[in-house]
């Protein structure tokens, strides 16, 4: 009878049932494997809550990815743009800048997986800067240098460009001929990201908090940088790592992921 109890609830187990208990019986045996098995049902049932959270959580860093890139501000901006433009018959230029943003859109619409190909990511920068550059009349240069490759390594999405952005964002209408630089190189099993700019850097107080990864939501700016960094813990746990500093003058990002290339699994 106590192996046939014991047996019971080995198969409820087995069925992912949501309550076992097992009773203490009197041979020796089954009384330690009992405790043992119940010690192993706190552990699963542990296990599935924290593997519920873990999805949770990587559903609302997606949720907030979608959200970043539904930008009605910019998306206004253009648009007025393009009348502006229409109104003075510079139809050239027009036709430039809806190729560029036709393109851009169908980069951002297309994104469903966690990794994209670096080569990708690298045009859709360039897109971004050519709109941006017509918006400002070409107030700023973006200088591309990739020692990687670009067409096999994988990287997340709007993970450079999200840096790009923020410097052009907040430095545009306060630096004269700004200029933003991105080198990309490969070292052993790592891929090297830096970002820098001729700006006015980060305030002392927002960078200190974004170095700590404290919640800066609150404030409005930045949050696509909080983003990024959430979203790569998620992807890469300690494996990757971003440091940005001020220097004399501008600011300098560094982002450090693990290589991924096209013949690898896109789940670490």
């Known amino acids: ?38 010690s192993i049902c706190g552990q699963m049932k542990e296990l599935k809550i924290q593997m519920y959270e873990q999805q949770l959580a990587q559903q609302k860093l997606q949720l907030d990815y979608m959200h970043l890139q539904i930008q009605p501000h910019f998306y206004t901006n253009i648009l007025n743009l393009i009348y502006t433009l229409a109104s003075i018959k510079d139809y050239v230029t027009i036709q430039e800048l809806t190729k560029n943003m036709a393109e851009y859109f169908r980069y951002l619409l297309s994104l469903k997986e966690d990794y994209v190909y670096l080569e990708d990511e690298l045009q859709c920068i360039v ?35 999200t840096f790009i952005e923020n410097s052009i964002k907040h430095n545009i209408m306060l ?29 002392v107080e927002i960078l200190d908090r974004l170095n700590d990864n404290e919640n800066i939501e609150e404030d ?15 992807l890469y746990g300690g494996q990757a790592a971003v440091s940005i500093r001020n220097e004399v003058q501008g600011a300098v990002v560094m982002i450090r992921i693990p290589r991924m290339n096209k013949d690898e699994n896109t789940e670490l």
């Open 175 to 203: 630096v004269q001929d700004l200029e933003i630089s991105l080198l990309i190189e490969e070292e052993g099993g790592m891929l090297h990201i830096i970002i820098k700019d001729n700006g006015l850097g980060f305030p």
């Open 220 to 234: 409005g700016r930045h949050i696509g940088i909080i983003n990024v960094k959430n979203r790569m813990q998620v």
């Open 1 to 38: 009878e106590p192996m046939k109890y014991f047996s019971d609830n080995l198969t409820k187990i087995r069925e992912d049932s949501q309550d076992v208990y097992f009773d203490n019986v009197d041979i020796a045996e089954l009384a330690e494997a009992n405790e043992l098995f119940q």
């Open 127 to 161: 897109r971004y800067a050519q709109v941006q550059k017509i918006r400002y009349q070409d107030n700023f240069q973006l200088r591309i240098t990739c020692n990687a490759d670009a067409d096999e390594e994988k990287i997340p999405p709007l993970l450079i460009q």
